[in-house]
């Protein structure tokens, strides 16, 4: 067999790539390091404060519950999204009657934008005409429906709901894939020695698939600790700051108080805690043979 050689033609076919993700991703990263040693507002002169931002951020009480909820919200992104696309991916591993149309079904909300997720969720929330309220009703649990996304108890619970419904055909299809590549042969000796489709699903589906499952829920876990979309479009934080998270706080201390040194800490933080976060399980969810 011939030996895999580096060309160096070959750079120049990634030098357009290497050149965008520089302008876009390199320049401005850095810019972001670079000012949030600074107290600037966006406009005047900028005043180098050294590493004030990142100590202030540390007795940051609102920033500091941001990061509680993330993590929260991180570990029921695993429970649930990961989870429930684990369970509908085993048993749509063997071709059954329909499954083309289950596939396309739970993979269906995937494609549709989270912006219209985001106002969907509202309206199901809404307290006279949402259908939660109205299921709620109809089933006699009337002192059960409340304004949703208006209670600081339950607004946080109501809007990561979302996000979670609407990614669980992506870790669906990424389990499913990985499953179908499975030999059956495999199964087949198992079942011959008298295993059942729990032993089946945790003893061989899940080891043999553990390296996809780990990507799977480590996308969870940043998507969790990054995320600003759903939150901005449904409640902007509120009410008070009940779900608020580092990403909308971000947004506001640069965008609304104008604190731009301070916001592009955060920005920086949450990048890091991310980075972090993500080494710590990859270690803890990795197993020697």
């Not at 990263?29 to 900028?46: A, D, I, L, P, V």
């Not at 201390?253 to 080494?279: Q, R």
């Amino acid at each position: 067999m011939g030996q895999l050689r580096f060309r160096n033609t070959i750079i120049y076919y990634m030098l357009p790539a290497l050149i965008l993700y520089f302008i876009f991703f390199i320049i401005p990263f850095s810019r972001t390091f670079y000012y949030s040693f600074f107290e600037w507002n966006g406009f005047g002169k900028t005043t180098f404060v050294g590493l004030q931002n990142y100590v202030k951020l540390t007795k940051d009480e609102l920033f500091l519950t941001g990061i509680g909820r993330v993590l929260l919200w991180a570990g029921l992104a695993i429970l649930l999204k990961v989870g429930s696309g684990l369970v509908l991916a085993s048993m749509l591993r063997r071709p059954i009657r329909g499954s083309k149309f289950f596939s396309a079904a739970f993979f269906m909300p995937v494609v549709i934008s989270t912006a219209a997720i985001a106002l969907m969720f509202t309206l199901i929330y809404d307290l006279d005409a949402g259908l939660l309220n109205t299921l709620l009703r109809s089933i006699g649990l009337e002192s059960w429906a409340r304004i949703w996304l208006g209670d600081k108890h339950t607004a946080f619970y109501a809007v990561i709901a979302a996000p979670i419904w609407h990614t669980i055909g992506y870790f669906f299809i990424i389990l499913l894939a990985g499953m179908q590549n499975i030999s059956e042969e495999i199964y087949e000796s198992a079942t011959i020695d008298g295993a059942n489709a729990w032993v089946l699903f945790s003893r061989v589906t899940v080891p043999l698939v553990w390296p996809i499952l780990q990507i799977c829920m480590i996308l969870a876990i940043t998507g969790a600790i990054k995320n600003f979309d759903y939150v901005f479009i449904m409640t902007k934080g509120g009410p008070g700051t009940s779900t608020q998270v580092p990403a909308t706080y971000m947004y506001d201390t640069i965008f609304v108080g104008l604190k731009y040194g301070y916001g592009t800490a955060i920005a920086f933080t949450i990048f890091l805690f991310s980075l972090i976060v993500t080494l710590v399980f990859r270690k803890l969810t990795t197993f020697k043979d």
